[in-house]
């Protein structure tokens, strides 16, 4: 077997946009998306003038879920 069929490792994989942080986290909508991440539920930056999101936190908030905040009245 070659060195590189053992290698565990994976590459970084690409972050999400903010539609498609919306659907993984079941069509929420973006404001609650923007919500998540000024709460410190989600870890995004932005690339230029885009806000993308890292998949991970992405994923595991997908898979386990948290308390959304609520919307300022």
Do not use: W
Not at 18 to 47: D, H, W
Request: proline fraction near 8%; aromatic fraction near 6%; charge should be positive.
């Amino acid at each position: 077997m070659s060195e590189r069929a053992n290698n565990t490792s994976t590459a970084p994989r690409p972050p999400y946009s903010l539609q498609e942080t919306c659907e993984r986290l079941g069509g929420r909508s973006p404001a609650t998306v923007y919500r998540m991440l000024n709460a410190g539920i989600l870890r995004g930056f932005k690339i230029g003038a885009r806000r993308v999101f890292d998949p991970d936190v992405v994923d595991h908030v997908a898979r386990n879920g948290c308390d959304v905040p609520k919307a300022a009245a």
